[in-house]
């Protein structure tokens, strides 16, 4: 089989893990974002989000070609006011997410909060805003940012992260860049989620479509809330990730390839 991998960086740990397992037996292609489609694989993986990207992805689609994620669902994961409206549609419990406009004109908030950029990316706005003094100075970085704002969910002080690839949840638990001590952020050791988080998690790849995604979970006063959720995520230092994405890879390859030719008959 001949897989691409669209991404800007394919030395990413996971994705060059997931490269060296397909390339025993199958090809594997990178993808410039920005370039033409060219001969077209089996089967894609959409690791990179850019405009070029998600342009890339629809015209492989439209050829006919598998991409996972598909560019619907990644893109939809890029913009916070349709992720938490269509949570709220299937209820799910994510974190109330109000769209604020532009950071500059954020006017009257409730503090303490959080806020983040509306369109998420890498190097993106989250930060927690105890007072007008802080927001005034995320304003002067940030003046024409679309944003978010959601509720400061106390917690433990520990952000839980639940990545999951073709229904198989890892899991890890890090100390929130948003708690109140100033421990350095870093991921901790493997964590076992509970049943319902699991299912959670699940859950929201069955709403937006997702095969490879992340769920971030805070720990609310009475369950558990859901703060983001990232389409193909790093999934740094997860035991079996690699091997779950190379068999994902072929599963749907597999599957796309068998229907054609059911087509074909």
């Known amino acids: 089989m001949r897989i691409g991998l669209i991404a800007t960086d394919l030395g990413h740990p996971v994705l060059a893990a997931t490269a060296a397992l397909l390339a025993r037996r199958h090809e594997v292609v990178g993808v410039d974002p920005a370039g033409a489609a060219g001969e077209l694989a089996d089967v894609y993986l959409l690791k ?3 405009p070029q990207a998600f342009s890339l992805a629809k015209e492989l689609e439209r050829r006919g070609a598998p991409v996972v994620n598909s560019a619907a669902a990644t893109e939809l994961c890029q913009d916070r006011v349709r992720m938490a ?8 419990p994510f974190a109330a997410t109000r769209d604020a406009g532009r950071l500059a004109e954020l006017a009257d908030p409730a503090y303490p ?51 999951v690839i073709d229904r198989q949840v890892f899991a890890a638990r890090r100390r929130s ?13 493997g964590w076992e989620p509970p049943a319902e988080r699991a299912a959670l998690a699940l859950r929201v790849g069955e709403v937006y479509g997702l095969d ?30 690699p091997e779950a994405l190379a068999a994902l890879a072929l599963r749907v390859a597999g599957e796309h390839g068998r229907a054609a030719q059911g087509r074909g008959r």
């Not at 703060?227 to 230092?237: E, H, L, M, S």
């Open 212 to 241: 490879i995604y992340g769920v971030d979970l805070l720990d609310g006063p009475a369950e558990p809330v859901i703060v983001d959720v990232n389409a193909f995520p790093g999934i740094r230092g997860r035991p079996g990730a």
């Open 113 to 163: 909060f959080v806020v983040k950029s509306r369109h998420s990316r890498r190097h993106d706005l989250v930060a927690r805003v105890d007072d007008p003094a802080r927001l005034r100075e995320l304003a002067a970085r940030w003046p024409d940012e679309p944003v978010v704002t959601q509720p400061f969910v106390p917690g433990t002080g520990w952000d839980q992260k639940l990545w």
């Open 177 to 189: 860049e948003l708690a109140d001590d100033q421990e350095v952020p870093g991921l901790g050791q």
């Open 85 to 92: 409206e269509l949570a709220r549609a299937a209820d799910l």
């Open 48 to 50: 990179t989000h850019s």
